[in-house]
């Protein structure tokens, strides 16, 4: 079982190049999240824990948040499949609803 510091060494590595994928410097981020550049470098380095926000961020930004936690799948999400899944559960949600009039 890999140990903590290596969980997080490889999940500051996996946003460290989320990030340069979106083009965005660390001040950037650190802009967007309204906090120091020293908080994402410390992030990106495996020495402090991601914080919810800066998921959120990625996640809106096309990140796969399975990718950055886990390293599996690919990083960037497939949004078109994800909509059309969640339009699919709107349908059948609408279905239902008309077989219950």
Do not use: C, P
Request: no cysteine; glycine share 6%; charged share 35%.
């Amino acid at each position: 079982m890999k140990d903590e510091k290596y969980v997080k060494t490889e999940v500051g590595n996996r946003i460290a190049a989320a990030r340069k994928h979106l083009g965005l410097t660390q001040k950037e981020i650190a802009n967007l999240l309204e906090t120091e550049q020293t908080i994402i470098s410390r992030v990106e380095s495996g020495n402090l824990r991601v914080s919810e926000d800066y998921e959120i961020l990625l996640h809106s930004k096309g990140i796969s948040i399975d990718w950055i936690v886990s390293g599996e799948g690919e990083m960037v999400r497939n949004q078109k499949s994800e909509l059309k899944a969640e339009l699919d559960e709107i349908i059948r949600n609408i279905n239902s609803f008309r077989g219950k009039l």
